[in-house]
């Protein structure tokens, strides 16, 4: 079936990494654009990181030069590393995958940045 499946979440100290992984099934993986998103308590859903099928990245200003995003479309994953993590950064992240028919989406992640 369609699934997007996210892993790597847990609890991290502030200036740590936490690495997040993607698995996507029952899709063409390689034509969709993906990228990961994250919701904080009462805020609302925000765009992280993203890449195109043609391998361009683009990213929040908020994690630039932290966070990089990749896709591996053989392996139909797409990962996020997250360095120099804050606090402000604890949220629910999920995934998404994003073509012409609409959007996809993982259940969710939870990462603390916590001390």
């Known amino acids: 079936q369609v699934q997007l499946v996210e892993s790597g979440g847990g609890l991290v100290q502030p200036g740590g990494s936490l690495r997040l992984s993607c698995a996507a099934s029952?899709?063409?993986?390689?034509?969709?654009?993906v990228g990961w998103y994250r919701q904080a308590p009462g805020k609302q859903r925000e765009l992280v990181a993203g890449?195109?099928?043609?391998?361009?990245?683009n990213y929040a200003d908020f994690v630039k030069g932290r966070f990089t995003i990749s896709r591996d479309n053989a392996r139909n994953t797409v990962s996020l590393q997250m360095n120099s993590l804050k606090p402000e950064d604890t949220a629910v992240y999920y995934c998404?995958?994003?073509?012409?028919?609409?959007?996809?989406w993982g259940q969710g992640t939870l990462v603390t940045v916590s001390s």
């Open positions: 998404n995958a994003h073509w012409l028919n609409g959007d996809l």
């Open positions: 029952g899709i063409i993986f390689s034509i969709y654009a």
């Open positions: 890449v195109a099928t043609g391998g361009s990245t």
